[in-house]
């Protein structure tokens, strides 16, 4: 739990909402430990097997490609600044991939969070979460690290092509304390995805939800939220409106275990165009066997949500599992998405650090199509220090696609090796 810096005259930092707000900010920790903002520069050689699959050219069309081997530079700054009353979480990776043999693949790809918590008095706490990202990767796209600390709800996680994207949101959430048990909480939300090739739909996203929560014990609170969420992807796809109620349980236990779990009803709005197969009669006529029609779907859909922690002394781990409504991915419209992953870090040896992570991902268009994608991806890294500024790292990446229609079926391998510096001498966050 964060400290109430307001109610003692102790100088300790404040860490941000304690276990009845939006939680502590994750932006800029290393497993559960804050730590100061640090820079670090990079360099390493890859080789992509993903880049043989289809992807969609300029002209909008599928275009066949080939695994490459490639070079990549860049740096990376993250870690957290504290004081009484606020904390801020810094957490920026940014790097430039070049394929001799297949140009088309090479750019720039970044992402950023700036998280911003402060006390603005003894009972209000304000969250301010900001998350930009420009990348054309699949395999080692940025915004899925997990220092970036990205909402999977609105980030284009779940992209099917290599091709441009640009996303930025922001959060803002407050939370005021009516006494010592109950809690008044409330925010909005806004943000767009946009991707380079046309034939993919972009999206604007704005919401806004409040709550009331109430503290049970020092260590659990339970409460429920109503949550507002409008998808607009332009007019020739249409657009969502979701309400939905949301009932959470939160629970501390012990120093190192963290527990949460919701479950929520939601009502989705949608009105789009959608391609039928025409009959067979009319096909004649038309000379052609199908067609976009118009339709306004109404549904409920229920969601869920669970995440549990634990940290030990040389290492960290993170379950989750959620279930909600989500803008899709260019290719799927408004979809239930369904994540399912598990984390873990572990230091060893003094010098060796290993980090993997595995997670599987399930999307249905809820109206329109009526599509699904499939996805599994894992990832497995490990760290060298060979000495205070200088390290050596390597990493391998999978993941496998799988479509309804199956004409986009594919997997691959992404693999790293390379030296990372991290000069010492330029703390600013303590």
């Given at each position: 739990?964060?400290?109430?810096?307001?109610?003692?005259?102790?100088?300790?930092?404040?860490?941000?909402?304690?276990?009845?707000?939006?939680?502590?900010?994750?932006?800029?920790?290393?497993?559960?430990?804050?730590?100061?903002?640090?820079?670090?520069?990079?360099?390493?050689?890859?080789?992509d097997t993903l880049l043989g699959a289809l992807r969609v050219g300029p002209d909008g069309n599928l275009a066949p490609a080939a695994g490459s081997y490639g070079v990549q530079g860049g740096f990376?700054?993250?870690?957290?600044?504290?004081?009484?009353?606020?904390?801020?979480?810094?957490?920026?990776?940014?790097?430039?991939?070049?394929?001799?043999?297949?140009?088309?693949?090479?750019?720039?790809?970044?992402?950023?969070?700036?998280?911003?918590?402060?006390?603005?008095?003894?009972?209000?706490?304000?969250?301010?979460?900001?998350?930009?990202?420009?990348?054309?990767?699949?395999?080692?796209?940025?915004?899925?690290?997990?220092?970036?600390?990205?909402?999977?709800?609105?980030?284009?996680?779940?992209?099917?092509?290599?091709?441009?994207?640009?996303?930025?949101?922001?959060?803002?959430?407050?939370?005021?304390?009516?006494?010592?048990?109950?809690?008044?909480?409330?925010?909005?939300?806004?943000?767009?995805?946009?991707?380079?090739?046309?034939?993919?739909?972009?999206?604007?996203?704005?919401?806004?939800?409040?709550?009331?929560?109430?503290?049970?014990?020092?260590?659990?609170?339970?409460?429920?939220?109503?949550?507002?969420?409008?998808?607009?992807?332009?007019?020739?796809?249409?657009?969502?409106?979701?309400?939905?109620?949301?009932?959470?349980?939160?629970?501390?236990?012990?120093?190192?275990?963290?527990?949460?779990?919701?479950?929520?009803?939601?009502?989705?709005?949608?009105?789009?165009?959608?391609?039928?197969?025409?009959?067979?009669?009319?096909?004649?006529?038309?000379?052609?066997?199908?067609?976009?029609?118009?339709?306004?779907?109404?549904?409920?859909?229920?969601?869920?949500?669970?995440?549990?922690?634990?940290?030990?002394?040389?290492?960290?781990?993170?379950?989750?599992?959620?279930?909600?409504?989500?803008?899709?991915?260019?290719?799927?419209?408004?979809?239930?998405?369904?994540?399912?992953?598990?984390s873990a870090d572990y230091a060893f040896a003094r010098n060796w650090n290993v980090n993997s992570s595995i997670g599987r991902n399930m999307m249905s268009e809820i109206a329109g199509s009526g599509n699904s994608f499939d996805s599994w991806q894992a990832q497995v890294g490990v760290t060298r220090n060979l000495t205070t500024e200088i390290s050596m790292n390597g990493s391998?990446?999978?993941?496998?696609?799988?479509?309804?229609?199956?004409?986009?079926?594919?997997?691959?391998?992404?693999?790293?090796?390379?030296?990372?510096?991290?000069?010492?001498?330029?703390?600013?966050?303590?």
């Amino acid at each position: 739990m964060a400290q109430d810096t307001s109610d003692s005259n102790s100088a300790s930092s404040y860490d941000g909402p304690n276990i009845m707000g939006r939680g502590q900010v994750q932006v800029g920790r290393v497993g559960a430990d804050p730590v100061p903002i640090r820079f670090s520069f990079n360099a390493a050689g890859t080789y992509d097997t993903l880049l043989g699959a289809l992807r969609v050219g300029p002209d909008g069309n599928l275009a066949p490609a080939a695994g490459s081997y490639g070079v990549q530079g860049g740096f990376e700054v993250a870690g957290q600044k504290a004081s009484r009353r606020s904390v801020l979480g810094l957490s920026y990776s940014g790097n430039y991939n070049h394929f001799p043999s297949l140009p088309g693949f090479s750019g720039f790809n970044q992402a950023l969070t700036l998280a911003y918590a402060r006390r603005v008095s003894r009972n209000l706490e304000m969250n301010w979460t900001n998350t930009a990202s420009s990348t054309n990767r699949l395999l080692g796209n940025p915004l899925g690290l997990q220092s970036i600390g990205a909402d999977p709800v609105s980030a284009p996680l779940s992209e099917l092509f290599d091709t441009r994207i640009y996303f930025v949101n922001s959060q803002m959430s407050l939370a005021y304390r009516l006494n010592s048990r109950w809690q008044i909480v409330g925010g909005g939300n806004g943000g767009v995805v946009r991707r380079q090739n046309r034939a993919l739909a972009g999206v604007n996203i704005y919401g806004g939800d409040s709550g009331l929560l109430y503290r049970v014990n020092r260590r659990t609170s339970i409460g429920v939220n109503y949550r507002f969420s409008h998808f607009n992807f332009g007019r020739s796809f249409g657009e969502s409106n979701i309400h939905g109620v949301t009932v959470t349980v939160a629970r501390q236990i012990g120093r190192d275990w963290q527990v949460s779990a919701s479950g929520s009803q939601s009502s989705v709005h949608t009105v789009g165009t959608r391609r039928v197969s025409l009959d067979p009669v009319i096909a004649a006529l038309l000379g052609r066997s199908g067609g976009v029609e118009a339709f306004d779907s109404r549904q409920w859909v229920a969601g869920y949500s669970f995440s549990v922690s634990r940290r030990y002394r040389r290492s960290t781990f993170r379950g989750t599992a959620e279930r909600a409504v989500v803008p899709g991915n260019g290719f799927l419209l408004t979809s239930l998405n369904s994540i399912y992953g598990a984390s873990a870090d572990y230091a060893f040896a003094r010098n060796w650090n290993v980090n993997s992570s595995i997670g599987r991902n399930m999307m249905s268009e809820i109206a329109g199509s009526g599509n699904s994608f499939d996805s599994w991806q894992a990832q497995v890294g490990v760290t060298r220090n060979l000495t205070t500024e200088i390290s050596m790292n390597g990493s391998v990446e999978y993941r496998q696609f799988e479509l309804s229609t199956q004409t986009l079926n594919r997997s691959g391998y992404r693999f790293t090796l390379g030296l990372s510096y991290s000069p010492t001498s330029l703390p600013f966050g303590r």
